[in-house]
């Protein structure tokens, strides 16, 4: 197919296919997600974002990374959440889903003290301790509950995720919810931001694995879709968490 919308009429022409195939072939297609039709004709689908470019010109990283999460969030019942670091503080960058116990989709966009969050402890592996103790100050070093942590017990959970390649933070609406998170890496090896699910945290503590597989499966989903179109807004932050590396 051309980087552009065709009918059938014209893929007909195209291929020199009789109209009964070309017709049933697009609907199966379509049925796969390896087309989707719009008003101005097929065009490639969410299914060949993976194998081709094509896809990927047509649509920002933020629509290809909502379908990556509304899946995430399908298969596991749960809220996901796209997070970055911006200026030293959480930013909720993108997010899909619902969960019960009174917590619903946050908004998009919103700021949040960094230090308590999975989000801190993902994308800061990979910046100097040095910079980080000069960016925050002593005081906001606290866990979800507000209660001051030390610097050693921080950089400890930062150290286990890393080596885990995972985040779990609790305590969360009085400990009933807890969040589970794994780094976004691009194929430079850079920490871009952090793939987050929140889960009842019975349910984390029972079912683990069977949450942190498809969300593994999703970071890596988004780390090859930035690997293929870049995601600015990301590489921006990273680079203001790493000043000296960006000089």
């Known amino acids: 197919m051309q980087n552009r919308p065709v009918g059938r009429s014209e893929l007909t022409g195209l291929t020199g296919m009789p109209r009964s195939t070309v017709y049933a072939l697009t609907d199966l297609l379509l049925h796969r997600n390896w087309l989707e039709e719009t008003e101005r004709g097929l065009q490639l689908g969410p299914q060949a974002g993976f194998v081709s470019n094509g896809y990927l010109h047509q649509n920002g990283f933020e629509r290809l ?9 399908a298969r596991t019942g749960t809220l996901t959440e796209i997070d970055v670091v911006e200026d030293w503080v959480h930013v909720v960058a993108l997010s899909e889903g619902r969960m019960a116990q009174g917590y619903l989709r946050p908004i998009e966009g919103a700021r949040l003290p960094l230090m308590p969050t999975a989000a801190a402890r993902v994308i800061l592996a990979d910046v100097p301790r040095d910079v980080i103790r000069r960016k925050i100050a002593d005081e906001e070093l606290v866990d979800v509950s507000g209660r ?10 930062v150290d286990r995720g890393r080596i885990q390649g995972y985040v779990t933070v609790t305590g969360w609406l009085g400990g009933t919810v807890s969040t589970l998170a794994c780094p976004v890496v691009d194929g430079r090896g850079r920490i871009l931001a952090s793939l987050c699910m929140i889960i009842p945290t019975e349910e984390i503590r029972r079912n683990l694995h069977s949450y942190l597989v498809p969300l593994q499966e999703a970071g890596q989903k988004l780390g090859n879709i930035i690997n293929r179109m870049s995601w600015p807004y990301a590489d921006l932050n990273w680079h203001k968490l790493h000043p000296a590396r960006s000089a």
């Open 148 to 157: 001051r942590i030390s610097w050693e017990d921080f950089f400890a959970d």
């Open 65 to 73: 990374a909502r379908d990556v999460l509304a899946e995430l969030s």
